[in-house]
Each structure stands twice: as structure tokens, then as C-alpha cells.
């Protein structure tokens, strides 16, 4: 039998490790991708983004020709049964709710072009409601004879763990309004299903708004033990105990676990808070929102986390900020990525830059999307060279190459031994013994 023919429909992050993970299953892939320069990359094999294991599957893909990029919705509509929705969601210019305009967009330009009985498969997290009026769009536009059907599926993958996350999931979740949508979807997925990390991977099939809301409540909740556990931090600090100790201790109760109990400088990135801010903004449009104003709380207390940030640089210096030379490790929104949209580290970096201090960035692999970010401050190639006769270092995105770092060496070059660990990871007894004052952030 032919494989499964499937397109991917947005091939930004989401999209690409979509497309190389179904072509790794074996699918006849094709991706569309709008913007010319994501195009090209893609189509020479390459991934739009930095992503571990990526590149290498899609050039693998490619190459084999199971995995082919068009701009052409009418090529996609032609060669496709299954269709995935893949494009992004961002927070809308008014800082509220999720701009839903490219899976719309998608929708309407797909629509026209679709044969045969279709399914369509959104993968983008949305506000709830968005399927429902995708479906009927799906039904307006569609071409007399064609039977298409909408089916949510919402993806859960962590930048940095994309491939595997995407082959091995916790968990399916698949939101349909027929029994042969269900079924086409586990057929789909059965691959996938078989692969599960402790026996079958759990599938979840339900309706449309419960699906969306998994994807926005799933995110909300990890944002939410974070900032709690960043809250606790603070009291930490003033009660002189260990917030390290603490979340081990009351992360051993598998109720709580320890995963997201990682106290620091926050959360950033495109999906956390994003969706935190899209979902009390929904429940508001619904008529709820003063039940999820808890949301709004720990947003808060996220932007908290950068400005204390700030201050406690300040108080380590001793002195104003204008003029100090502060070294800052990290810039990417958490390690393995080259993403810095709503970075703790870099916006810590440009508070500390705009309030007068010379700032000196490095990281690993997120130099060049910072510099396009941020393109004022200094950036150095290396961990001890970006530290030369800094003031301060502030170690803010926990990439292992910080945490293996010669001490020796980095005291070498400072001008003063002071060291905030961002992140909580470092040894900082080590430095201690190298002469620095160091501390953390709920842990002195
Ligand atoms: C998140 C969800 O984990 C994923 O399921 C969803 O599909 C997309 O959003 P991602 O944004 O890639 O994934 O990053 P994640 O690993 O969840 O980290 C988010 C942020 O929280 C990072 O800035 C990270 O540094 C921070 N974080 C994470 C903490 O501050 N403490 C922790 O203990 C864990």
C-alpha cells in the first residue's frame, strides 16, 4: 500500500519538526511555507531554527525525496489526505489574546483547493472556539463533492526535545466530531502510538474546546508551579533556607514531582507566556474572567523575577549600574535553542544596558538571534572572553558549557569575583572556594 500522503501546512519550528518526524514514519510529506527565505532553507534541508536532531532529519528526508516544500496551496490541496495545521499563533499587538489570523488564513486558502475526503488536522494552539469556526469555514469553502472534516489535535512539544517529544509523546490528544476522523487519526498515529515510552502512548479523544483547552491549560499549569515555586524563592531568601532543598524535598511527592520547580529568573520563550496571557484573556471573552485571574498573578510575578533580577545585580555591584562591566551567560530562553522571544536573560541583559552598565552577552547558540534582538549590546565568543574585567557575571540560561566552565580561569580575567547564578545550577561552593561571593536566586 502507498504510504499516507500528508502536508504540513506552516513550517516555521512546529511545522518542520512535524513534517521530518511524519516523513521519518514513513509518510510522503509535503510542507508549505509562505515566507521565501524559510522556503529555500527548508528545501536545501535545512531547518529554519536551531534545533538538535532536526537538521539532520530533514536533509536525511529530503534527500530520500519523502519530504518535499512548496509555497503552493494548490499543490497541497492536490497531493494531500491528511493535512496538518501548523502555523503560528501570536500574542496579538495589544498584548491580549492569540492572533489567530494565519491558521485562517490557511483555512481559506487550502479550502478551495482540497480533494478527495480530506481531514483536516490543526496542531496550533488556539483561543477556544477557533475550531469550531474553522470547521465551518472548512464546510463554506470546500468544493462541492469534496468531503473534508476538522479535527484538533494539539501539539505539545518543548523547543530543544522537538524530534523526540514529537515521535514519543506523553500523550495524543485528538478533539473530533466523528468516529472516522478518531479512526483515521490512529491509524495515522499508530506509529507513534506503538512507540510510547511505557507501553502504548495514551490517546485522549474528545470534542474541539476540550482539546484547544488542553493545549492552554497544560502550559498555564506548568507556568504556574514555576512562578509559585519562584514565589517561595523570595521567601527563601528572607528565611535564610534552601529553595534547591526545598523543591527536591517536596518534589519527591508524586503528586507535586519536581519537573517545573526550577527557581530562577522565570519563564520566556514563544508558547508559556503567550498562552497564560491568551487563556485568561479568553475566559474574560467568556464571561469567567475573574476566575482565572490567578493567571494574571503569576505572570506577574514572572515579570517580578526579572526586575529582582535587576535589583540584586545592583546590590551586588554596591554601586550605581552606570558604568559597571557586567558579563551575562546565556540569551536563548531556556538551553538547546537559538530562540530568544521573551527571554528572562536577554531582557534582564537590556534592563541592565539601558540603565547605563556595559553589558557583555554570550551564548552558545543564540549570539546571532540576540544581536538582531538587542543589536546595542556587546557580544562575545566565548564564556571566560565575555567575562574579561566584568564587575559581575550573571548566569542566566543554564547551557552545560556554564556549569563546566574552568573557574580558574574566569577568575583569571574578571575584575571582580561576583557571580549570580540565574538558574540555581552552578557549584557555588566552587566559586566560593575561588574567592568569589556567589549566590543564587531563593538560596544565598
Ligand atoms: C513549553 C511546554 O513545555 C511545551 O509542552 C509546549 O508545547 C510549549 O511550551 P517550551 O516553551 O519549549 O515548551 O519550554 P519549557 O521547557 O517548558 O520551558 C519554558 C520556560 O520555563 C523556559 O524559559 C525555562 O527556562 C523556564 N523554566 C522551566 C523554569 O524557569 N523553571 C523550570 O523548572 C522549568
Known amino acids: 500500500m502507498a504510504?499516507?500522503?500528508?502536508?504540513?501546512?506552516g513550517c516555521g519550528y512546529l511545522g518542520a519538526t512535524h513534517a521530518a518526524c511524519m516523513a521519518e514514519l514513513g509518510y510522503d510529506v509535503l510542507g508549505v511555507e509562505v515566507d521565501p527565505d524559510k522556503l529555500a532553507?527548508?528545501?536545501?534541508?535545512?531547518?529554519?531554527?536551531?534545533?538538535?536532531?532536526?537538521?539532520?532529519?530533514?536533509?536525511?528526508?529530503?534527500?530520500?525525496?519523502?519530504?518535499?516544500?512548496?509555497?503552493?496551496?494548490?499543490e497541497a490541496g492536490a497531493f494531500g489526505e491528511i493535512h496538518f495545521l501548523c502555523l503560528g499563533t501570536p500574542q496579538r499587538s495589544d498584548g491580549l489574546g492569540a492572533d489567530t489570523s494565519q491558521v485562517e488564513y490557511a483555512v481559506r486558502t487550502l479550502a478551495p483547493h482540497l480533494t478527495g475526503s480530506p481531514l483536516?488536522?490543526?496542531?496550533?494552539?488556539?483561543?477556544?472556539?477557533?475550531?469550531?469556526?474553522?470547521?465551518?469555514?472548512?464546510?463554506?469553502?470546500?468544493?462541492?463533492?469534496?468531503?473534508?472534516e476538522l479535527a484538533w489535535n494539539p501539539e505539545f512539544l518543548r523547543e530543544a526535545h522537538g524530534v523526540d517529544d514529537t515521535l514519543r509523546p506523553d500523550r495524543l490528544v485528538f478533539g473530533v466530531r466523528s468516529d472516522a476522523a478518531e479512526k483515521r487519526l490512529r491509524e495515522f498515529y499508530a506509529p507513534v502510538i506503538d512507540l510510547g515510552v511505557n507501553g502504548a502512548t495514551p490517546v485522549v479523544v474528545t470534542d474541539y474546546a476540550t482539546a484547544e483547552l488542553v493545549k492552554v491549560t497544560a502550559n498555564s499549569f506548568l507556568a504556574t508551579k514555576i512562578s509559585f515555586i519562584n514565589a517561595v524563592a523570595e521567601v527563601c531568601e528572607v528565611a535564610g533556607a534552601d529553595?534547591?532543598?526545598?523543591?527536591?524535598?517536596i518534589g519527591y511527592d508524586d503528586r507535586i514531582g519536581r519537573k517545573m520547580l526550577g527557581a530562577g529568573v522565570g519563564f520566556g520563550g514563544g508558547c508559556l507566556p503567550k498562552d497564560l496571557r491568551a487563556f485568561q484573556h479568553r475566559a474574560g471573552e467568556l464571561g469567567v474572567e475573574d476566575v482565572m485571574s490567578l493567571l494574571g498573578e503569576v505572570d506577574a510575578i514572572n515579570a517580578h523575577q526579572r526586575e529582582r533580577t535587576v535589583q540584586i545585580a545592583k546590590g551586588m555591584l554596591g554601586r550605581s549600574l552606570r558604568g559597571a562591566r557586567i558579563a551575562v551567560w546565556g540569551a536563548a530562553f531556556k538551553p538547546g535553542t537559538?530562540?530568544?522571544?521573551?527571554?528572562?536573560?536577554?531582557?534582564?541583559?537590556?534592563?541592565?544596558h539601558l540603565r547605563?552598565?556595559?553589558?557583555?552577552?554570550?551564548?552558545?547558540?543564540?549570539?546571532?538571534t540576540a544581536r538582531a534582538a538587542y543589536p546595542t549590546m556587546s557580544y562575545a565568543e566565548g564564556a571566560v572572553e565575555a567575562c574579561r574585567d566584568a564587575d559581575l557575571v550573571l548566569h542566566m540560561t543554564e547551557w552545560p558549557e556554564f556549569r563546566e566552565v574552568d573557574v580558574d580561569r574566569v577568575t583569571e580575567v574578571v575584575a571582580h569575583r561576583r557571580l549570580l547564578d540565574g538558574r540555581n545550577v552552578l557549584d557555588l561552593q566552587a566559586w566560593r572556594n575561588a574567592g568569589w561571593t556567589a549566590r543564587g536566586l531563593g538560596r544565598l
Open 3 to 9: 504510504p499516507v500522503r500528508t502536508t504540513t501546512i
Open 41 to 74: 532553507m527548508l528545501r536545501e534541508g535545512r531547518a529554519p531554527v536551531y534545533e538538535a536532531g532536526l537538521d539532520e532529519m530533514l536533509a536525511r528526508h529530503v534527500a530520500s525525496g519523502r519530504l518535499r516544500f512548496t509555497d503552493s496551496y494548490e
Open 120 to 148: 483536516v488536522v490543526g496542531k496550533s494552539t488556539v483561543p477556544v472556539g477557533t475550531a469550531a469556526r474553522m470547521a465551518a469555514l472548512l464546510t463554506e469553502l470546500t468544493p462541492s463533492g469534496v468531503e473534508a
Open 243 to 249: 529553595v534547591v532543598a526545598l523543591a527536591d524535598a
Open 338 to 352: 537559538d530562540d530568544v522571544r521573551d527571554s528572562p536573560a536577554l531582557a534582564i541583559a537590556g534592563q541592565l
Open 356 to 368: 547605563g552598565a556595559q553589558v557583555t552577552v554570550f551564548d552558545p547558540k543564540a549570539g546571532r
